[in-house]
């Protein structure tokens, strides 16, 4: 079975900072990758995907994510944080039929 | 909006009912998943539909069961509620499915259910 565990359940930063969120993988095959996100009482939005064809992969609100076969990792980041980037950041994995998720990580960005 | 769509936004009801989730798929998706969200377990997948079939089963306890209508929408029963079945539950949807998809998921804005 796949499975992603991510790294720190909760990050604060400034306004402005680089927001960086730590996923790795576990997988016996080439991985199909994601990254969500769940605002306050709302449902999961899709952040980026990975599926091979490319290592950096570019989503929205500015974010993208870095795919490192080496490390197993895939940690999503984005330069400048904004006080709308508040919510809870989810990876996961594509496994067998269903998507595996991490414990999340809830992002908390300082004025 | 991802274009799926759950009813009702919140529930709320006592040890032992029986209630019916409902979830409408992106329009021209076959396949819908159950996911359960609690602060205990996280987001854990119950069961997965394909254009009316059931094709693969999670963490989904015997009290509840599922079905998709021929019109893609599906309904998720939970019967013999317990306290611990409150939780937020998601449905979503996506094109096709198989084994290892790449195809990504839609997610719907949740059923909270509430048992006292």
């Known amino acids: 079975a796949q499975s992603v565990t991510q790294l720190g359940s909760h990050v604060s930063v400034s306004e402005g900072a680089l927001v960086l969120l730590r996923c790795n993988y576990s997988?016996?095959?080439?991985?199909?990758l994601f990254w969500y996100v769940q605002y306050p009482n709302q449902g999961l939005q899709l952040l980026l995907k990975y599926t091979s064809a490319a290592t950096l992969v570019k989503g929205i609100n500015g974010f993208e994510a870095e795919f490192k076969k080496s490390e197993t990792s895939f940690h999503l980041t984005k330069p400048s944080a904004h006080m709308s980037d508040a919510a809870e950041y989810f990876c996961?994995?594509?496994?067998?039929?269903?998507?595996?998720f991490g414990a999340g990580t809830t992002v908390t960005v300082r004025a | 909006d991802s274009g799926v769509t759950q009813t009702p936004k919140h529930l709320i009801t006592a040890t032992g009912q029986r209630v019916t989730l409902r979830c409408s798929p992106r329009?021209?998706?076959?396949?819908v998943y159950w996911y359960q969200q609690s602060l205990d377990q996280g987001l854990q997948f119950l069961i997965q539909y394909y254009n009316g079939e059931e094709r693969a089963k999670g963490n989904i306890l015997e009290r509840f069961s599922a079905q998709q209508f021929p019109d893609l929408h599906s309904e998720l029963n939970l019967s013999s509620l317990e306290l611990g079945d409150s939780a937020l539950y998601f449905c979503a949807s996506s094109p096709q499915a198989g084994q290892g998809a790449s195809y990504e998921q839609y997610f719907g804005p949740g059923t909270r259910l509430t048992v006292t």
């Open positions: 996961a994995v594509s496994d067998d039929y269903k998507l595996s």
């Open positions: 997988s016996s095959v080439p991985p199909y």
């Open positions: 329009s021209g998706d076959l396949s």
